[in-house]
């Protein structure tokens, strides 16, 4: 856990870990976790006319549009918004508030507009702030001549479909016809088509009836305009959803956009395939059971969605489909949908408290290569435990017939109960704490997921335990059988020495079987190694074998086991560069040992 918060990941829930490894779907938001959340508005449509924003033609722009026009667009950014302005000590001014409501002041702060003018020039009547369902917000405010007039703000085409008028390129009022809609549902696609996010700004003037204990309108407003806000893409988050794809990691992005926004930007981080489907939230909704069984496994995008959209899909996910899934969340009503996934994912920079407190895992930095992360440290640890099992079934195995099969046909066992004491709790304890504690690899990424019902111990660990088990039965049992004929032991302590000999051997197997159980698929070699790695990522199996050795040093005498280490001094001068001081600091540590021994 703390190596992952190393890696921007806070754990919160140690089973997480796991399961994430075995995760097959992600759905991910868009806004900050697959794109920079630093957002700018470069587009606008004001009064029918469309144009570019960048620091050189701003002055511009402000001359090239009616004064009336420009007054209302600037009273609507500065009075209509959830962001604020303030001063610090040092006299700069500072936007507070969500990416979309600073892009949208920073561009009425562009304009030359002054936020402290239009609040002291009206009064605010009543305030609706943005809610996701209605994909919008508003504002009601006294004007300084008598009259009250309401400003909306949010998703183009909804915004865009309660207006009747709109404002011309002379400043004046017109209504709007079947025209001038298509133009303006043109532009709004042109601008979602170029991956910007649109919002539409609109007035209405409200009779003197109006009281605030009554809803804002939401139909009878004139079009003011049309912003285009750019988000850009997160550097790497392509190349890990294409990742994610090699992993066998579906990824689904589930965003509140327009729908041509959202797929220009899945196409650009490579998760809408030509085979894939996006579709809007309220299209989802209306489907039925039989229609989401064919639908879900196609679907890649979900636009204008809410927060149950987010939870429908993943519950069928989990339910029907029987997938691992795991799901990002940043607001309080993503807190469901984390709830009901297998793996929670809260943004830490934009989450709220209640995201953070349902989720499984925090993303300190809001980045979808961070959830590549988690995914590796999981399927790390998943492959670690499986490591760990097989190391220890098959010693379990080899020790217990050799035992029970001994005791039976001799009468005797040649492992004493101190031997197995020895070979469970040091020898085979410290080996699978080496294997169990391997840093996750690249390597990882290129497996299928192992699913919901996927075996823990699959076909070739079991090939594996059962082939290495019968192999170092038959070393052990020939030697019984022919150990003393073959090294010409006689005596009365002949059955001593070939019951020692005999231990030795099953240790020097397992010096063998732990670098097998490094790699436990059928695919590769676990003898494939670098040795300029071992002092990098080997380090734990390589002092694993270093302690079997000196176990069989011990075994067979200090003095012997003193001539076998003058033999090993002149082989780690022979060693290289990269060997040769991990030997002779172990040469060393047992040169003492011995010492000891010697001098008791």
Not at 571 to 577: D, H, I, K, L, N
Request: with cysteine; aromatic share 6%; hydrophobic share 40%.
């Amino acid at each position: 856990m703390k190596k992952m918060m190393n890696d921007k990941a806070l754990v919160r829930h140690l089973a997480a870990c796991e399961t994430m490894g075995s995760a097959t779907g992600i759905c991910s938001d868009k806004t900050g976790t697959l794109t920079t959340n630093r957002m700018t508005v470069v587009k606008s449509c004001i009064c029918m006319s469309v144009k570019e924003i960048n620091s050189t033609n701003k002055a511009s722009f402000c001359s090239e549009i009616h004064e009336s026009a420009i007054k209302l667009l600037l009273q609507s950014i500065f009075m209509n918004t959830g962001g604020e302005i303030v001063t610090s000590k040092d006299g700069r001014r500072e936007i507070l508030g969500t990416p979309t409501e600073t892009a949208l002041l920073e561009f009425g702060l562009s304009l030359g507009g002054d936020p402290q003018t239009e609040r002291q020039a009206s009064k605010t009547v009543k305030v609706e702030p943005f809610n996701s369902t209605k994909k919008r917000m508003g504002v009601v405010l006294e004007l300084p001549g008598g009259g009250l007039r309401a400003h909306t703000k949010g998703a183009s085409e909804i915004v865009l479909a309660g207006c009747d008028k709109v404002i011309d390129s002379n400043g004046e009022v017109v209504p709007l016809d079947e025209k001038s809609i298509s133009h303006l549902n043109a532009i709004i696609n042109e601008f979602a088509n170029e991956a910007l996010r649109t919002l539409c700004l609109a007035y209405l003037e409200l009779k003197n009836g109006f009281s605030s204990d009554n809803a804002i309108p939401v139909s009878g407003y004139t079009c003011l305009g049309i912003v285009g806000i750019k988000d850009p893409v997160r550097p790497g988050v392509k190349e890990s959803v294409a990742i994610c794809r090699t992993a066998g990691i579906t990824v689904r992005m589930v965003t509140g956009d327009n729908i041509n926004t959202a797929k220009a930007i899945a196409r650009e981080c490579g998760i809408l395939t030509d085979d894939g489907i996006a579709i809007e939230g309220p299209d989802f909704r209306e489907k039925s059971q039989e229609e989401l069984l064919k639908l879900i496994p196609k679907i890649q995008v979900i636009a204008r969605s809410s927060p149950m959209d987010k939870h429908t899909l993943v519950k069928q996910l989990r339910t029907t489909f029987d997938e691992v899934v795991a799901v990002t969340g940043d607001g309080t009503n993503d807190a469901p949908a984390l709830h009901e996934a297998d793996i929670g994912l809260a943004m830490g920079i934009a989450g709220t408290e209640v995201a953070k407190e349902s989720a499984d895992v925090i993303i300190l930095d809001d980045n979808f290569s961070t959830i590549l992360t988690v995914a590796k440290w999981g399927r790390s640890v998943y492959i670690n435990i499986q490591k760990f099992v097989q190391f220890q079934l098959t010693v379990n195995i080899v020790a217990l017939i050799v035992n029970f099969s001994s005791a039976c046909l001799t009468g005797s066992a040649p492992l004493t109960a101190v031997q197995l004491l020895w070979v469970n709790m040091i020898m085979d304890t410290l080996g699978a704490l080496a294997l169990a504690t391997e840093p996750p690899t690249d390597e990882l990424m290129k497996r299928a997921p192992v699913g919901r019902k996927g075996n823990f111990i699959s076909n070739v660990m079991w090939r594996n335990i059962f082939g290495q088990s019968f192999y170092q039965l038959m070393v052990i049992w020939y030697l019984q059988a022919r150990g003393k004929a073959m090294f010409e032991l006689d005596g009365p302590d002949s059955t001593l020495k070939l019951n020692t000999l005999i231990f030795n051997s099953f240790v020097f197997c397992q010096s063998t079987r732990v670098w097998l159980a490094r790699q436990h698929n059928k695919r590769k070699n676990g003898w494939q190694f670098s040795p300029r790695s071992i002092p990098n990522h080997h380090h734990r199996i390589f002092g694993y074998i270093c302690e079997h050795n000196a176990a069989d040093i011990f075994t067979v005498g200090p003095k012997r086991g003193d001539r076998v280490l003058q033999h090993a001094d002149r082989c780690c001068f022979e060693a290289g560069p990269s060997m040769k001081p991990i030997c002779l600091d172990f040469v060393k540590n047992i040169k003492e040992a011995l010492m000891s021994l010697l001098v008791m």
